[in-house]
């Protein structure tokens, strides 16, 4: 479940990082929790009339 919303998530929207930010740093850390926290933007890649119910 897990794998399948995060493909989702990357698939339907365009990222981008923060304005100011150059790169986004996706290195691994050595303990278990990030070593900076994920600042990203995301737009979605279809036509809002498509999302609209």
């Known amino acids: 479940m897990t794998y399948m ?3 989702r998530l990357i698939q339907g929207f365009t990222w ?3 304005h100011g930010e150059d790169k ?3 290195s691994e ?3 278990l929790f990030m070593a900076k926290p ?3 933007i995301a737009i979605p890649r279809l036509a809002p009339q ?3 119910t």
Do not use: E, G, M, P
């Open 16 to 18: 981008s990082s923060v």
């Open 29 to 31: 850390s050595k303990s």
């Open 38 to 40: 994920l600042h990203a």
């Open 24 to 26: 986004i740093d996706i």
């Open 50 to 52: 498509i999302y609209s």
């Open 5 to 7: 919303l995060l493909s």
